[in-house]
């Protein structure tokens, strides 16, 4: 049986077992879109004159990120809206193409760079040489500084990423499971030269942002990276997957917790500075300095 919306008359697609209500593609829609601009709200994130640079991947969330962004956005004349995507050089998972494709379908520009061009070495190279123990370490952080390099380049004020409940969840546990204080407690103060980071689904939970680019999205992609089972962040996943089930709450607690943290007494905003080998903007070590000696030798 089909259980109709706990709002109106209509089948319902969803069922929110944090909130006890099922709901119709409408009021699934209206209530997921309504909490992402609750979020904007609170965060301050947009302001008029922001040029957002969306990080996309080709997949379902920053897929939906950019589709959200523009509906909501896309009319404002003070504020405006590209693509951005870094191409690691992983062979058969990262297609710059398949970007390239849904931001045209959205009527955004779409800007790529590279590992290659930025490094000399593709990720997959990195492996070659490294073993993929720490790959997803190496690519995350040389991803991170490619990424802020091009959207300075670009001149954006703003870079959204498609970071869903579920990933952001995942990151405090790995924290705290990493004993890594200094993360959890780190300001989110701003640092020059590095372009501020928005996360519009940061509340709302994985499978709601699939439903959502389900229902909204024409194909995107969802290849899984061949070093991704080498992540912390997958055991992770499995293991707030499992206990979220028995304890709905518990990953909305974990993003608050690390909020709260954040917010709270105890975070140091000193470290903020420019790497004296690299140029870049930095939080305490440069960690593309540490990769890239680590890496080239
Ligand atoms: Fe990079 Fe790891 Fe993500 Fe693959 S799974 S793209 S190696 S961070
Ligand atoms: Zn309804």
């Known amino acids: 049986m089909v259980m109709k919306c706990s709002k109106c008359n209509r089948d319902a697609v969803i069922f929110q077992n944090y909130s006890g209500m099922h709901l119709c593609r409408e009021h699934f829609t209206a209530d997921f879109e309504g ?3 609750k979020a904007i709200r609170k965060h301050k994130w947009l302001s008029s004159g922001d040029r957002i640079a969306v990080a996309m991947s080709g997949g379902k969330d ?20 590209f693509a951005v995507t870094i191409d690691e050089g992983i062979k058969g998972y990262r297609d710059p193409s398949v970007v390239e494709k849904i931001a045209g379908r959205y009527g955004v520009k779409c800007h790529t ?10 990720l997959d ?4 040489k ?13 991803r991170r500084q490619v990424l802020n390099g091009l959207a300075v380049k670009l001149g954006a004020t703003k870079i959204a990423m498609g970071f869903n409940l579920d990933d952001e969840a995942q990151s405090v546990m790995m924290n705290v499971l990493r004993g890594d204080s200094e993360r959890l407690l780190r300001k989110q103060s701003p640092v020059p030269g590095m372009i501020p980071r928005i996360k ?38 499995e293991l707030l997957n499992d206990y979220n089930y028995r304890h709905p709450a518990t990953k909305y607690a974990l993003v608050n917790l690390g909020e ?15 790497c004296k080998v690299c140029g870049e903007p930095v939080f305490g070590e440069c960690g593309t300095c540490r990769v890239l000696k680590e890496i080239l030798g």
């Open 35 to 37: 909490r992402v601009k």
């Open 260 to 274: 709260g943290l954040k917010e709270g007494p105890g975070g140091d905003e000193t470290k903020a500075g420019i």
């Open 113 to 122: 760079a590279s590992f290659k061009e930025h490094f000399g070495l593709t």
């Open 200 to 237: 519009p689904f940061m509340y709302l939970p994985e499978r709601e942002v699939a439903l959502y680019s389900h229902m909204y999205i024409e194909d995107y992609e969802e290849r899984g990276c061949p070093y991704s089972h080498n992540a912390l962040r997958a055991d992770v996943r």
């Open 62 to 81: 920053s897929s939906a990120v950019l589709y959200f962004l523009k509906k909501t956005f896309g009319d404002r004349r003070d504020i405006e809206i």
């Open 125 to 128: 190279e990195i492996v070659q």
């Open 130 to 142: 490294k073993g993929d123990r720490n790959s997803c370490s190496y690519c995350g952080v040389l």
